[in-house]
Protein backbone atom coordinates (compact mmCIF):
# COMPACT_ATOMS: atom_id res chain seq x y z
CA UNK A 1 0.00 0.00 0.00
CA UNK A 2 2.96 2.55 0.71
CA UNK A 3 4.76 1.73 -2.23
CA UNK A 4 1.52 1.84 -4.44
CA UNK A 5 0.94 5.27 -2.73
CA UNK A 6 4.33 6.43 -3.55
CA UNK A 7 4.36 5.76 -6.73
CA UNK A 8 1.19 7.03 -7.31
CA UNK A 9 1.74 10.33 -6.10
CA UNK A 10 4.08 10.45 -8.67
CA UNK A 11 1.83 9.89 -11.58
CA UNK A 12 -0.90 12.74 -9.88
CA UNK A 13 1.91 14.81 -9.20
CA UNK A 14 3.26 15.10 -12.85
CA UNK A 15 -0.39 14.81 -14.15
CA UNK A 16 -0.89 17.98 -12.42
CA UNK A 17 1.79 20.14 -13.26
CA UNK A 18 1.66 18.98 -16.92
CA UNK A 19 -1.97 19.17 -18.35
CA UNK A 20 -3.24 20.36 -14.55
CA UNK A 21 -2.98 23.68 -13.02
CA UNK A 22 0.84 23.11 -13.96
CA UNK A 23 1.79 25.04 -10.38
CA UNK A 24 4.51 23.57 -8.30
CA UNK A 25 2.04 21.43 -6.58
CA UNK A 26 2.79 18.30 -5.10
CA UNK A 27 -0.17 15.54 -5.18
CA UNK A 28 -0.70 12.84 -2.06
CA UNK A 29 -2.96 10.87 -0.33
CA UNK A 30 -6.40 12.83 0.64
CA UNK A 31 -7.47 12.71 4.61
CA UNK A 32 -10.73 13.40 3.77
CA UNK A 33 -11.24 10.95 1.04
CA UNK A 34 -9.47 8.11 3.32
CA UNK A 35 -11.99 9.46 5.88
CA UNK A 36 -14.70 8.51 3.83
CA UNK A 37 -13.43 5.77 1.81
CA UNK A 38 -13.02 4.11 5.35
CA UNK A 39 -16.99 4.81 5.95
CA UNK A 40 -18.05 3.16 2.56
CA UNK A 41 -15.57 0.29 3.53
CA UNK A 42 -17.32 -0.51 6.98
CA UNK A 43 -20.44 -0.46 5.66
CA UNK A 44 -19.91 -2.28 2.13
CA UNK A 45 -16.92 -3.88 1.69
CA UNK A 46 -13.02 -3.62 -0.13
CA UNK A 47 -14.84 -3.36 -3.60
CA UNK A 48 -17.08 -1.05 -3.45
CA UNK A 49 -14.59 1.34 -1.92
CA UNK A 50 -12.41 0.94 -4.75
CA UNK A 51 -15.44 1.38 -7.28
CA UNK A 52 -16.33 4.49 -5.22
CA UNK A 53 -13.18 6.04 -5.39
CA UNK A 54 -12.48 5.28 -9.71
CA UNK A 55 -16.21 6.63 -10.51
CA UNK A 56 -15.60 9.37 -8.00
CA UNK A 57 -12.58 10.69 -9.44
CA UNK A 58 -13.85 10.25 -12.76
CA UNK A 59 -16.99 12.85 -11.52
CA UNK A 60 -14.36 15.07 -10.02
CA UNK A 61 -12.21 15.07 -13.38
CA UNK A 62 -15.97 15.82 -15.41
CA UNK A 63 -16.26 18.84 -13.07
CA UNK A 64 -13.15 20.04 -13.71
CA UNK A 65 -13.37 19.50 -17.42
CA UNK A 66 -16.93 20.85 -17.61
CA UNK A 67 -15.35 24.15 -15.79
CA UNK A 68 -18.44 23.65 -13.08
CA UNK A 69 -15.79 24.66 -10.10
CA UNK A 70 -14.68 28.04 -11.48
CA UNK A 71 -17.76 29.15 -11.86
CA UNK A 72 -17.68 29.83 -8.13
CA UNK A 73 -14.25 31.84 -8.17
CA UNK A 74 -16.30 35.40 -8.32
CA UNK A 75 -17.36 34.29 -4.93
CA UNK A 76 -13.86 34.26 -3.37
CA UNK A 77 -12.27 37.70 -3.06
CA UNK A 78 -8.83 38.67 -1.56
CA UNK A 79 -10.15 38.52 1.63
CA UNK A 80 -11.80 35.30 1.31
CA UNK A 81 -8.29 33.76 -0.11
CA UNK A 82 -6.77 35.85 2.53
CA UNK A 83 -8.58 33.90 5.67
CA UNK A 84 -8.60 30.06 3.40
CA UNK A 85 -4.63 30.80 2.99
CA UNK A 86 -4.11 31.75 6.61
CA UNK A 87 -6.39 28.96 8.13
CA UNK A 88 -4.21 26.35 5.74
CA UNK A 89 -1.12 28.21 7.78
CA UNK A 90 -2.98 27.33 11.19
CA UNK A 91 -3.45 24.04 9.94
CA UNK A 92 0.11 23.45 9.21
CA UNK A 93 1.35 24.66 12.42
CA UNK A 94 -0.89 22.37 14.37
CA UNK A 95 0.54 19.52 12.15
CA UNK A 96 4.19 20.72 12.88
CA UNK A 97 3.59 21.22 16.51
CA UNK A 98 1.57 17.77 17.08
CA UNK A 99 4.72 16.29 15.06
CA UNK A 100 7.53 18.21 16.90
CA UNK A 101 6.04 17.22 20.41
CA UNK A 102 4.66 13.76 18.93
CA UNK A 103 7.28 12.14 21.52
CA UNK A 104 8.41 12.36 25.19
CA UNK A 105 11.69 11.38 24.71
CA UNK A 106 14.09 14.46 25.95
CA UNK A 107 16.37 13.68 22.97
CA UNK A 108 13.60 14.12 20.39
CA UNK A 109 12.53 16.76 21.81
CA UNK A 110 16.13 18.66 21.63
CA UNK A 111 15.90 17.38 18.30
CA UNK A 112 12.92 18.62 17.38
CA UNK A 113 14.09 22.04 19.08
CA UNK A 114 17.92 22.10 17.08
CA UNK A 115 16.38 21.45 13.58
CA UNK A 116 14.01 24.15 14.33
CA UNK A 117 16.71 26.70 14.89
CA UNK A 118 19.28 25.30 12.44
CA UNK A 119 16.16 25.90 10.19
CA UNK A 120 16.48 29.56 10.89
CA UNK A 121 20.71 29.40 10.92
CA UNK A 122 20.23 27.89 7.39
CA UNK A 123 17.35 30.26 6.24
CA UNK A 124 18.63 33.22 7.23
CA UNK A 125 22.37 33.00 7.31
CA UNK A 126 23.51 30.70 4.48
CA UNK A 127 23.94 31.79 0.94
CA UNK A 128 23.07 30.22 -2.31
CA UNK A 129 21.59 26.28 -2.00
CA UNK A 130 22.22 26.25 1.82
CA UNK A 131 19.76 28.52 2.36
CA UNK A 132 16.86 27.73 -0.71
CA UNK A 133 17.57 24.35 0.33
CA UNK A 134 17.63 24.54 3.94
CA UNK A 135 14.51 22.13 4.81
CA UNK A 136 16.28 18.84 3.46
CA UNK A 137 19.78 19.79 4.43
CA UNK A 138 18.13 19.86 8.34
CA UNK A 139 16.08 16.74 7.61
CA UNK A 140 18.99 14.84 6.35
CA UNK A 141 21.92 16.38 9.09
CA UNK A 142 19.03 15.75 12.12
CA UNK A 143 16.88 13.32 11.50
CA UNK A 144 19.10 10.34 8.94
CA UNK A 145 22.04 10.85 11.24
CA UNK A 146 20.21 10.52 14.26
CA UNK A 147 16.92 8.11 13.20
CA UNK A 148 16.25 4.28 13.33
CA UNK A 149 16.91 3.29 10.75
CA UNK A 150 -17.18 -3.64 -9.24
CA UNK A 151 -19.17 -3.52 -7.06
CA UNK A 152 -20.63 -0.76 -6.82
CA UNK A 153 -23.37 0.75 -5.03
CA UNK A 154 -25.30 4.20 -5.53
CA UNK A 155 -24.74 4.80 -1.58
CA UNK A 156 -21.23 3.71 -1.12
CA UNK A 157 -21.01 6.31 -4.34
CA UNK A 158 -22.51 9.01 -2.78
CA UNK A 159 -21.23 8.59 0.37
CA UNK A 160 -17.74 8.06 -0.64
CA UNK A 161 -18.31 11.28 -2.77
CA UNK A 162 -18.27 13.55 0.25
CA UNK A 163 -14.77 12.86 0.66
CA UNK A 164 -14.27 14.20 -3.25
CA UNK A 165 -16.52 17.47 -2.21
CA UNK A 166 -13.90 18.01 1.03
CA UNK A 167 -11.37 17.48 -1.19
CA UNK A 168 -12.11 19.84 -3.79
CA UNK A 169 -12.80 22.83 -1.53
CA UNK A 170 -9.71 22.04 0.02
CA UNK A 171 -7.75 21.98 -3.11
CA UNK A 172 -9.45 25.11 -4.54
CA UNK A 173 -8.11 26.44 -1.12
CA UNK A 174 -4.76 25.16 -1.77
CA UNK A 175 -4.53 26.46 -5.35
CA UNK A 176 -4.83 30.21 -3.88
CA UNK A 177 -2.29 29.75 -1.31
CA UNK A 178 -0.16 28.61 -3.43
CA UNK A 179 -0.85 31.39 -6.43
CA UNK A 180 -0.73 33.58 -3.46
CA UNK A 181 3.16 32.36 -1.91
CA UNK A 182 4.34 32.24 -5.99
CA UNK A 183 2.91 35.51 -6.43
CA UNK A 184 1.01 34.51 -9.21
CA UNK A 185 -2.29 35.29 -10.52
CA UNK A 186 -4.83 33.20 -8.96
CA UNK A 187 -6.73 32.55 -12.68
CA UNK A 188 -9.71 30.43 -13.45
CA UNK A 189 -7.82 27.85 -15.32
CA UNK A 190 -5.68 27.11 -11.77
CA UNK A 191 -9.56 25.82 -10.86
CA UNK A 192 -10.83 24.12 -13.85
CA UNK A 193 -7.61 22.21 -14.95
CA UNK A 194 -6.45 21.48 -11.45
CA UNK A 195 -9.69 19.65 -10.18
CA UNK A 196 -9.63 18.17 -13.82
CA UNK A 197 -6.15 16.68 -13.44
CA UNK A 198 -6.89 15.60 -9.56
CA UNK A 199 -10.18 13.81 -10.09
CA UNK A 200 -8.30 11.72 -13.01
CA UNK A 201 -5.58 11.15 -10.93
CA UNK A 202 -7.79 9.67 -8.35
CA UNK A 203 -9.16 7.23 -10.55
CA UNK A 204 -5.94 5.88 -11.60
CA UNK A 205 -4.76 5.40 -7.86
CA UNK A 206 -7.28 2.91 -7.41
CA UNK A 207 -6.20 1.11 -10.48
CA UNK A 208 -3.01 0.49 -8.80
CA UNK A 209 -4.55 -0.06 -5.39
CA UNK A 210 -3.02 3.15 -3.82
CA UNK A 211 -5.29 5.86 -1.98
CA UNK A 212 -6.71 8.86 -3.74
CA UNK A 213 -5.05 11.95 -3.85
CA UNK A 214 -5.45 15.39 -3.44
CA UNK A 215 -3.39 18.74 -3.18
CA UNK A 216 -0.68 19.08 -0.26
CA UNK A 217 -0.58 22.14 2.14
CA UNK A 218 2.97 21.13 2.99
CA UNK A 219 4.31 21.65 -0.24
CA UNK A 220 2.85 25.64 0.14
CA UNK A 221 4.83 25.57 2.76
CA UNK A 222 7.88 24.27 1.38
CA UNK A 223 7.20 26.54 -1.69
CA UNK A 224 6.80 29.73 1.04
CA UNK A 225 9.91 28.69 2.83
CA UNK A 226 12.43 27.82 0.31
CA UNK A 227 11.28 30.46 -2.44
CA UNK A 228 11.43 27.63 -4.84
CA UNK A 229 8.62 27.56 -7.07
CA UNK A 230 9.47 25.65 -9.77
CA UNK A 231 7.40 23.61 -11.30
CA UNK A 232 10.11 21.59 -13.08
CA UNK A 233 11.56 21.01 -9.55
CA UNK A 234 8.32 19.75 -8.43
CA UNK A 235 8.43 17.56 -11.80
CA UNK A 236 11.92 15.85 -10.40
CA UNK A 237 10.66 14.79 -6.73
CA UNK A 238 7.60 13.08 -8.71
CA UNK A 239 10.27 11.25 -10.05
CA UNK A 240 11.39 10.85 -6.92
CA UNK A 241 7.98 9.50 -5.82
CA UNK A 242 7.82 7.09 -8.61
CA UNK A 243 11.37 5.53 -7.45
CA UNK A 244 10.45 5.26 -3.79
CA UNK A 245 7.30 3.40 -5.20
CA UNK A 246 9.41 0.82 -7.14
CA UNK A 247 11.89 0.64 -4.61
CA UNK A 248 10.72 0.46 -0.97
CA UNK A 249 14.34 1.16 0.34
CA UNK A 250 14.32 4.21 -0.77
CA UNK A 251 10.92 4.94 0.79
CA UNK A 252 12.28 3.52 4.19
CA UNK A 253 15.17 6.11 4.26
CA UNK A 254 12.44 9.25 4.48
CA UNK A 255 10.29 6.38 7.72
CA UNK A 256 13.89 6.54 9.17
CA UNK A 257 13.42 10.10 9.52
CA UNK A 258 11.63 10.91 13.50
CA UNK A 259 8.62 12.87 13.42
CA UNK A 260 9.87 15.51 15.71
CA UNK A 261 12.62 16.63 13.26
CA UNK A 262 10.39 17.09 10.77
CA UNK A 263 7.61 19.28 12.93
CA UNK A 264 10.34 20.95 13.87
CA UNK A 265 11.48 22.11 10.57
CA UNK A 266 7.97 22.29 9.31
CA UNK A 267 6.83 24.80 11.45
CA UNK A 268 8.98 27.77 9.50
CA UNK A 269 6.85 26.65 6.80
CA UNK A 270 3.47 26.91 8.57
CA UNK A 271 4.72 30.06 9.76
CA UNK A 272 5.55 31.85 6.50
CA UNK A 273 2.32 30.14 5.01
CA UNK A 274 0.17 31.97 7.73
CA UNK A 275 1.21 35.30 7.05
CA UNK A 276 1.47 34.89 3.57
CA UNK A 277 -2.34 34.71 4.02
CA UNK A 278 -2.32 37.73 6.36
CA UNK A 279 -0.77 39.77 3.66
CA UNK A 280 -3.42 38.70 1.13
CA UNK A 281 -6.77 39.60 3.65
CA UNK A 282 -4.22 43.51 4.57
CA UNK A 283 -4.55 44.18 0.64
CA UNK A 284 -8.49 44.20 0.91
CA UNK A 285 -10.55 46.93 1.42
CA UNK A 286 -10.13 47.71 5.49
CA UNK A 287 -13.71 47.84 6.91
CA UNK A 288 -16.06 46.44 9.36
CA UNK A 289 -17.10 43.64 7.07
CA UNK A 290 -13.98 42.22 5.69
CA UNK A 291 -12.76 42.24 9.18
CA UNK A 292 -16.17 40.33 10.13
CA UNK A 293 -15.45 37.79 7.37
CA UNK A 294 -11.73 37.05 7.98
CA UNK A 295 -11.80 37.21 11.61
CA UNK A 296 -15.03 34.39 11.88
CA UNK A 297 -13.52 32.36 8.91
CA UNK A 298 -10.12 32.01 10.15
CA UNK A 299 -11.63 31.70 13.95
CA UNK A 300 -14.24 28.85 12.79
CA UNK A 301 -11.63 26.90 10.71
CA UNK A 302 -9.54 26.55 13.69
CA UNK A 303 -11.84 26.02 16.48
CA UNK A 304 -14.79 24.12 15.17
CA UNK A 305 -12.85 21.15 14.62
CA UNK A 306 -10.60 21.30 17.12
CA UNK A 307 -14.21 21.76 19.37
CA UNK A 308 -15.27 18.45 17.45
CA UNK A 309 -12.46 16.47 18.69
CA UNK A 310 -12.27 17.16 22.21
CA UNK A 311 -14.97 18.22 24.32
CA UNK A 312 -17.79 18.08 21.00
CA UNK A 313 -16.71 14.43 19.90
CA UNK A 314 -19.72 12.80 20.25
CA UNK A 315 -21.39 15.53 18.98
CA UNK A 316 -19.76 15.68 15.76
CA UNK A 317 -19.93 11.74 15.57
CA UNK A 318 -23.33 11.55 15.57
CA UNK A 319 -23.75 14.12 12.43
CA UNK A 320 -24.32 12.14 9.24
CA UNK A 321 -21.26 11.73 7.70
CA UNK A 322 -21.06 15.07 4.80
CA UNK A 323 -22.17 17.16 8.15
CA UNK A 324 -19.25 15.21 10.42
CA UNK A 325 -17.14 15.87 6.81
CA UNK A 326 -18.17 19.78 6.95
CA UNK A 327 -17.15 20.20 10.84
CA UNK A 328 -13.80 18.60 11.31
CA UNK A 329 -12.14 19.71 7.75
CA UNK A 330 -10.54 22.79 8.62
CA UNK A 331 -10.31 24.44 5.04
CA UNK A 332 -13.32 22.83 3.61
CA UNK A 333 -15.09 24.79 6.70
CA UNK A 334 -12.79 28.26 5.81
CA UNK A 335 -13.98 27.73 1.96
CA UNK A 336 -17.32 26.96 2.82
CA UNK A 337 -17.48 29.77 5.92
CA UNK A 338 -15.62 33.03 4.01
CA UNK A 339 -17.76 32.34 0.50
CA UNK A 340 -21.28 32.37 3.01
CA UNK A 341 -19.87 35.51 4.93
CA UNK A 342 -18.87 37.46 2.08
CA UNK A 343 -21.91 36.86 0.26
CA UNK A 344 -24.22 37.92 3.01
CA UNK A 345 -22.01 40.58 4.23
CA UNK A 346 -20.87 41.91 1.04
CA UNK A 347 -23.04 41.23 -1.41
CA UNK A 348 -26.71 41.50 -0.04
CA UNK A 349 -25.93 43.33 3.40
CA UNK A 350 -23.87 45.89 1.69
CA UNK A 351 -24.47 49.53 1.54
CA UNK A 352 -23.43 52.51 -1.08
CA UNK A 353 -21.39 53.49 1.85
CA UNK A 354 -19.50 52.37 4.73
CA UNK A 355 -17.57 53.44 7.75
CA UNK A 356 -13.96 52.62 7.32
CA UNK A 357 -11.90 50.88 9.99
Known amino acids: ?78 VVVGSVVAAIGFVAAKLAVSWAFSSSDPLLLGMALGSFVLCLIFKFKGKGLLSQGFILITVLLVGVGNGTAVAVVGAAVLGGFTGYIGSMFESVGDYAALCATCGETYRVKHIDKGIMAEGFGCAICALFGSLPTTSYTQNIGIVAATGVA ?123 KEEHV
Do not use: D
Not at 53 to 68: C, N, S, W, Y
Open 1 to 78: MIASCFFCMGICTLLQTTIGNRLPLVQGPSSALVSSMGSVTAAYGMPAMWGAVIIGGLIEGVVGAARLMSKIRKLIPP
Open 230 to 352: SRRVTQVAAVLFLLYGLSPKLAALLAAIPRPIVGGVFLVSAAMIMFSGIEVIQSSEHNQRNTLVAGTTIGMSVMLPLFCSTTGAEWAASLPKFLNLLVTSNVFIAVVCGIVLNLLLNVLLKEK
